[in-house]
């Protein structure tokens, strides 16, 4: 079944539309603070569509997505009482005890790897406001982590060019299928 081809389509139309900057700003900036959709599903098809502007687009993100980190530290830091019921209700509980030991521990190290990896952002800039971590290395560490991220990814997209976007355009069903196959099984394991 081919759902993903006319999917890849609309998102390549999507990122060469005239607004995209400013769907991949927003999209940025609520991921780091609430928003489960990470921005590269944006990043990487903007920077395919419009390789000239790559570095455009990275810089954009990270500036959108550390400013989002500083929403969610804000959220942290004057409304965690507040969010308490709906982190519990979401499932983020443990996982933000979790993140809060990796704080204690290891500070700007967590912001930074947190920065850098696929794992929810979000958990970790609102922990890192809930210990009043200080917050030039909060800024610091979501500065080179997020960045060292987003440079990644439009670098990556970037040199891979024509060839992958063929690639892409050719594989992009099985690749979505394979994808749902891994979050179901994943699913399976960690969840259940």
């Known amino acids: 079944m081919r759902i993903f081809s006319p999917l890849y389509a609309r998102a390549m139309r999507w990122a060469a539309h005239p ?3 400013w769907y991949l700003a927003t999209l940025s900036f609520a991921e780091s603070s609430f ?10 098809p903007m920077t395919l569509a419009q ?3 790559a570095w455009r687009y990275a810089a954009l993100t990270t500036i959108a997505s550390v400013a989002g980190g500083l929403a969610g530290y804000a959220i942290g830091y004057f409304a965690l009482g507040a969010i308490t019921p709906w982190l519990q209700e979401l499932g983020y509980w443990d996982d933000y005890l979790r993140v809060r ?15 850098f990896s696929p794992v929810p952002y979000k958990l970790f ?3 890192g406001g809930a210990l009043s ?11 080179l982590g997020r960045g060292g991220r987003f440079f990644l990814v439009a670098g990556l997209v970037k040199a891979g060019g024509e060839r992958l976007e063929s690639g892409l355009r050719r594989y992009i069903d099985g690749i979505g299928w394979a994808v749902v ?3 179901t099984l ?3 394991i960690f969840v259940r």
């Open 19 to 21: 607004r995209a900057p």
């Open 35 to 44: 928003f489960p959709v990470p921005p590269d599903v944006m990043l990487a």
């Open 51 to 53: 390789r000239n502007k």
């Open 101 to 115: 030991e990796w704080f204690e521990t290891w500070g700007f190290w967590a912001i930074l790897l947190a920065g």
């Open 125 to 127: 800039t609102i922990a």
């Open 133 to 143: 971590m200080f917050l030039p290395v909060f800024l610091l560490g979501s500065l």
């Open 181 to 183: 196959a891994l979050l």
């Open 186 to 188: 994943a699913y399976f």
